[in-house]
């Protein structure tokens, strides 16, 4: 049958939460409840078979918190990367990099129809942990991007 044996437990609960003003919490313990949502989910059953009894007056005096938005970062931005038409081509020993010349410290990411004679590789130094330079590493990964509250919790938007 669980914590609700006795009738006087819901008279005891009607009294420290409508008319003493006791937290859920506070009331547990003087109850001894296992947890406050023992009694809150009690609470809100009696609540839906007689709002108009149940109903907790509201306190005026009892200051509500304050929400604060999060401060904004005060990292100045990163510098733009240069975009891929301002790259420079890089040779390596005069000649563009190529499937036969790269190494895995020159990007990897290819300029060109990989079936034509003009198709080579970015060949700049490459970002740590990327097979990229910083600005086709960007173009390739995108940050992951805060999601909204409602995609959080499983729920369309």
């Not at 990099?97 to 590789?121: A, L, W």
């Amino acid at each position: 049958m669980g914590f609700w044996k006795h009738d006087y437990q819901i008279d005891e609960l009607y009294q420290l939460i409508v008319i003493d003003g006791l937290s859920f919490s506070q009331a547990a313990r003087v109850m001894g409840a296992v947890s406050r949502n023992v009694l809150l989910c009690k609470f809100n059953r009696l609540r839906q078979v007689d709002p108009v009894k149940w109903q907790v007056p509201g306190n005026p005096d009892r200051p509500r918190p304050v929400r604060h938005a999060k401060p904004k970062s005060m990292d100045p931005p990163p510098p733009p990367l240069p975009k891929e038409e301002e790259l420079e081509l890089f040779l390596l020993d005069g000649e563009a990099v190529t499937m036969e010349n790269v190494k895995t410290n020159h990007c990897h990411y290819p300029i060109g129809d990989p079936q034509s004679e003009t198709f080579r590789f970015c060949g700049h130094a490459v970002k740590e942990q990327s097979p990229y330079c910083p600005t086709h590493h960007a173009k390739c990964y995108q940050p992951n991007q805060p999601r909204k509250r409602s995609e959080r919790n499983g729920r369309a938007a």
